[in-house]
């Protein structure tokens, strides 16, 4: 099972990117989605999930309402599209996948992960 994140880069702040997850050996549809990020000394925290059938989203208060996630389940794809970015967006994101969608806050709840991609936002 490999889960790539891309999408990352540097942007001054205030600028959007979107993030892409592409797994690959897994049976995507079944899986809750999530994104995480983990900032320089920091935990790695949740960021946004989605259910299997993309019809709940779930979102950290620190981006509610300028990230949104998103998921294709025909490409096998999700998507975290992040607007007015702001310095303290700046981490390495990461995608993973939760079996049964339970406790999808928490780091431990996923069996998958991807590697990361870095995220700068520039103040």
């Known amino acids: 099972v490999q889960l790539q994140a891309s999408g990352g880069g540097l942007v001054q702040a205030g600028a959007s990117l979107r993030l892409s997850c592409a797994p690959s050996g897994l049976a995507f549809g079944i899986y809750f989605m999530g994104w995480f990020r983990q900032a320089p000394g920091k935990f790695r925290e949740f960021v946004a999930g989605i259910s299997r059938d993309a019809i709940n989203t779930y979102y950290s208060e620190s981006v509610k309402g300028r990230f949104t996630i998103s998921r294709d389940n025909v490409k096998n794809a999700m998507y975290l599209q992040m607007n007015s970015l702001k310095s303290e967006d700046t981490a390495i994101y990461y995608c993973?996948?939760?079996?049964?969608?339970?406790?999808?806050?928490?780091?431990?709840?996923?069996?998958?992960w991807g590697r990361g991609t870095l995220v700068t936002v520039s103040s």
């Open positions: 993973a996948a939760n079996r049964y969608g339970t406790d999808y806050t928490i780091v431990d709840s996923y069996g998958y």
